[in-house]
């Protein structure tokens, strides 16, 4: 029942996931942290099976970084996402990762920008997606209530709207969400909206 939904506003791109940890019927932990900061402004937020997930990110992020201590300048978005979707492809011949991706970033000369790659290594640049079956109902939440230009306040609003849509309409509704957004500033945490704190019941 992972979630992972997106959009770009005016001068800023915001992506917001669920935290659960789940496999099969047992929730492992709420407060899995599923939207990587791939470098200064960039954003990765995936949902998919949690070792390929973890791996699949980490293995990106290096890779930004080792990209840019080499030639000393960073990847742009575009750059990042066409590599990302690359490394999907070449693996899926081979050992394919289950992991589905929405990559946020800002360039000084382009601006933010939001890019879709799923699991079958298709790229499209958008402006707003989701992934999960939370998608179903952010999907359409965001037909009815985005336009382009939006405000950090209108952006996060919508957000809000989309979580509380799937903690209402979801049978298996994942109850804590975290934000985060990427602007000129770089990329940060906003908020996390959490309704249960951590389910890591083992160890108490």
Known sequence: MECVFGLVGDGFAVIAADTSAVNSILVHKSNEDKIMILDSHKLMG???????RVQFTEY???????????????????????FTR????????????FVNILLAGYDKEIGPSLY????????????????????????SMM???YHSGMSVEEAVDLIDKCIMEIRSRLV???????IKIVDKDGAWEYAW???IKDAGVAAA
């Open 86 to 97: 690359g490394e999907l492809a070449t693996a899926l011949r081979k050992n394919p990762y």
């Open 193 to 195: 909206r959490e309704t």
């Open 60 to 82: 990106i992020q290096k890779n930004v970084h080792l990209y840019q201590f080499r030639n000393g300048i960073p990847l742009t978005t575009a750059a990042a996402a066409n």
């Open 116 to 139: 879709y790659i799923d699991y079958i290594a298709t790229l499209h640049k958008i402006q707003k997606g989701a992934f999960g079956y939370g998608s179903y109902f952010c999907l």
């Open 143 to 145: 037909d009815r209530h």
């Open 46 to 52: 995936a949902s998919g099976e949690s070792g390929d």
């Open 172 to 178: 298996v509704a994942p109850p804590n969400f975290v």
